[in-house]
């Protein structure tokens, strides 16, 4: 039985469990689970290389508590390239040749969209690691189940930042995909209700080009009160250097806010250097959060195998395979309608907190609604996020006064 307190109360084991999953019989009797995640570009390398780490982990730990009904979990990974048709295809070969009873790990919303699809044909659940597109959910497909963040949650989360900052501009750079787009449109609804003063429009780039100058230069005549970026590495790392060589944001005028989630990317002051320093962030996991004991163990294990301090995505990656395993055991079986009713009945304590899975159609179709969020600014050039200011939480409204601006 993989039971919460079962899995607290681990103790060194999993180095163990591991050597031990490679014997035939394990082998023979494991629950085979699919991840598909971005190993090579135009797919972002980095947040499929942290998704890998916390599924790994998951793996492990439920690995170490002698599996799921006496059955190890076993990961059978496929490279999606943040590319559709790749994902499409991965999602494929690991339901039809390689006999998975679920997918998880996809980090990109395109991909999301185009592996539910193949789900909802083959009925298998899909367990949605960090797709945001709304419309994910809006597809109403029953395998689908979205313990992620949603584009929805961002913009409103967003919205209510920019109008406590009191601008009159915002000016957004959306890349080309479903996730981008569908953040930029809906920021500008949720500022409608917000605060209809503010002049707000978005301008959508392409997440493979090189160079955003032509789109960059224009706001150096006029710029915005604040600069938002829906973009993400490497567009967003070439965005953001862009704009602060031209002097545009952040700046003594224009704020500069990322709501994608950068800043605890492992790579992101490496790419981005002096260009951060005062930007706002839109985060889903800063250390000064509360969280459960299971995130805290899945945070130790992490900094324990990678010697830095776990991001949003680790704890993500590990709920997927968590509740994938929770609904297996709760259901005594891994037939999809089976699994598929146990999570929509759960109520389980995973690292972030307590998951609960709405029915109501729409944007939050089995979709975790109160997802945690925070926001926080990076205030010296290489940062870790443990050390950059929270200035919003679930229990602290943002307060514009301790915000710094960049020295002159």
């Known amino acids: 039985m993989m039971r919460q307190g079962r899995l607290l109360g681990i103790a060194g084991t999993i180095a163990l469990a591991a050597a031990a999953f490679g014997g035939p019989a394990a082998a023979q009797d494991s629950i085979k689970i699919g991840a598909i995640v971005a190993q090579s570009p135009p797919g972002s390398v980095v947040q499929g290389t942290q998704v890998l780490h916390g599924l790994e982990i998951a793996r492990d730990i439920i690995n170490a508590e002698g599996g799921v009904n006496g059955r190890p979990i076993e990961l059978l990974v496929e490279d999606g390239q943040g590319v559709p048709e790749r994902g499409r295809a991965a999602a494929e070969k690991l339901i039809t ?3 998975v009873v679920a997918l998880t790990g996809e980090h990109q919303s395109s991909n999301v969209l185009a592996e539910i699809e193949v789900a909802h044909r083959y009925h298998v659940l899909y367990v949605n690691t960090n797709g945001w597109s709304d419309d994910i959910r809006t597809a109403g497909y029953p395998e689908v189940f979205n313990p ?3 584009n929805s949650r961002v913009a409103d989360a967003m919205a209510t930042v920019i109008s406590e900052l009191g601008v009159e501009s915002v000016v957004a750079f959306a890349e080309n995909t479903d996730y981008g787009i569908g953040q930029a449109k809906l920021l500008g609804d949720f500022l409608k209700r917000y605060a209809p003063e503010v002049e707000y ?8 080009a090189k160079d955003f ?5 224009p706001l150096r005549r006029n710029p915005p009160d604040v600069v938002a970026n829906i973009m993400l590495p490497p567009a967003a790392y070439i965005l953001m250097n862009q704009l602060y060589e031209q002097g545009v944001a952040p700046s003594e005028s224009t704020w500069l806010y990322d709501g994608a989630g950068l800043a605890d990317y492992p790579d ?3 790419n981005v250097g002096e260009a951060a320093v005062t930007m706002i962030e839109f985060g889903l996991y800063h250390p000064s959060m509360d969280i459960p004991e299971l995130g805290r163990r899945v945070a130790e294990e992490y900094s ?10 680790i ?3 590990a709920d997927s395979l968590f509740l994938i395993a929770e609904a297996i055991e709760r259901a005594g079986s891994t037939e999809t309608d089976a699994m598929i009713a146990a999570l929509r009945d759960i109520e389980w304590t995973g690292t972030r907190g307590t998951v609960a899975f709405s029915q109501e159609p729409g944007y939050t179709y089995q979709q975790w ?8 600014q990076l205030t010296e050039e290489g940062q870790p996020v443990s050390e950059a200011p929270l200035v919003q939480s679930p229990t602290m409204r943002l307060d514009p006064s301790k915000l710094e601006r960049p020295s002159s």
């Open 97 to 99: 040749k390689d006999g």
């Open 148 to 150: 992620a963040n949603y």
């Open 201 to 208: 429009r978005f301008e959508t780039l392409d997440r493979q």
């Open 213 to 217: 100058l032509p789109a960059v230069l």
């Open 268 to 270: 992101f002051w490496d």
């Open 304 to 313: 324990k195998r990678h010697g830095t301090e776990p991001n949003r995505l």
């Open 315 to 317: 704890f993500q990656a």
């Open 369 to 376: 609604v109160e997802v945690p969020f925070v926001t926080y």
